[in-house]
């Protein structure tokens, strides 16, 4: 099976770009694009990549492994940018309960779906 391909560097791409931005907003990089047009070409890529996303494949446990890694991703994501240094200006963050309730929520839903695959 195949879980990752090169659609979904068009969901990791802007995601990795939208983190730093929140973490360090001030980093220079980012001061060459207007904000507005930034925003709307990262949210247009999300939401192209994740329907695409939904269109390429049936196989649910391959779905499910796509979850693993993007929370994987996303927490790998949250670690590196806190060691060096930057804080999150939108309250994504390791402080935040509300961060903990979908990581929990997350896990508790990849887990429900594993196991319903592997009852069929």
Same mark, same amino acid.
């Given at each position: 099976m195949k879980y990752f391909n090169y659609i979904d560097l068009l969901f990791y791409v802007p995601l990795t770009f939208l983190m730093v931005y929140d973490y360090f907003p001030e980093? @220079?990089? %980012?001061? /060459?694009?207007? #904000?507005?047009?930034?925003?709307? !070409?990262?949210?247009?890529? !999300?939401?192209?990549?994740? %329907? %695409?996303? #939904?269109?390429?494949?049936?196989?649910? =446990?391959?779905? !499910?492994? @796509?979850?693993? /890694? @993007?929370? @994987?991703? =996303?927490? %790998?994501?949250?670690i590196?940018?806190?060691v060096f240094g930057g804080e999150s200006l939108s309250g994504i963050g390791f402080d935040d309960i509300g961060t903990w309730i979908v990581i929990i929520l997350s896990i508790a839903g990849i887990m429900s779906q594993k196991r319903k695959l592997q009852k069929e």
């Open positions: 980093w @220079s990089m %980012f001061n /060459f694009i207007p #904000r507005e047009i930034y925003i709307w !070409v990262i949210l247009g890529l !999300v939401i192209f990549s994740l %329907f %695409f996303k #939904r269109l390429q494949t049936d196989n649910r =446990l391959e779905i !499910v492994y @796509s979850q693993i /890694f @993007s929370l @994987s991703y =996303l927490l %790998f994501l949250m590196i940018l806190t």
